[in-house]
């Protein structure tokens, strides 16, 4: 019989971290999800992407995750999906949610954005750094962001993109599992 539970389990040192208090700015909303994957990959709990939602209307940040993918065994757990998960019923909060990632999403963490109605992202490294150690971010990512922008999101890249790009740098450094469709 499949099981029917599946649980996300974030690992101990980030379950234990203290958030910033609100309101938080865009760019500390950016340095902790760029922390949050750096310790990701320095404590060898998952992959080199880390995510931060905050909800706009008090600058609260209401759920943080990394890539746990590798770890878990479970393909779908990237920080975005991790961090949307665990915002749950808060995304639909009067003045909607910004999500903060340490690289541009793929096509599935786009999805899953666009099914959570997130009316913001925010990103560091681009998708052609992560492509430039290895990962392939899967087609249609550009057509969904061209979609999803003429229902309103609002997309920025680049903030503490170099900062973000470095994290992917040193995860393919030490050797890192590459992972993902055409990996």
């Known amino acids: 019989m499949p099981s029917a539970v599946s649980e996300i389990r974030l690992p101990d040192w980030l379950s234990g971290m203290a958030l910033p208090v609100a309101p938080v700015s865009d760019e500390g909303c950016m340095r902790l ?15 080199p992407f880390g995510a931060a939602i905050r909800l706009d209307s008090t600058g609260e940040i209401i759920a943080v995750g990394v890539n746990l993918a590798m770890t878990s065994g479970n393909p779908v757990l990237h920080a975005e999906t991790v961090a949307i998960s665990l915002a749950g019923r808060r995304l639909g909060e009067p003045g909607g949610v910004t999500l903060f ?17 997130i009316g913001r992202i925010v990103s560091a490294a681009l998708k052609e750094d992560a492509e430039a150690v290895g990962f392939s971010e899967g087609a249609g990512t550009e057509q969904l962001r061209v979609e999803m922008e003429a229902r309103g999101v609002v997309f ?7 900062e973000g ?13 590459i992972y993902g469709p055409e990996s």
């Open 33 to 47: 999800a760029v922390t949050v994957a750096r310790e990701n990959v320095a404590r060898g709990s998952g992959g």
């Open 101 to 117: 990632t340490s690289c541009e999403p793929c096509i599935m963490c786009l999805g899953a954005s666009h099914w959570a109605e």
């Open 156 to 162: 920025q890249s680049g903030l503490l993109r170099e």
């Open 165 to 177: 790009a470095a994290v992917l740098r040193e995860y393919a450094a030490r050797g890192g599992t």
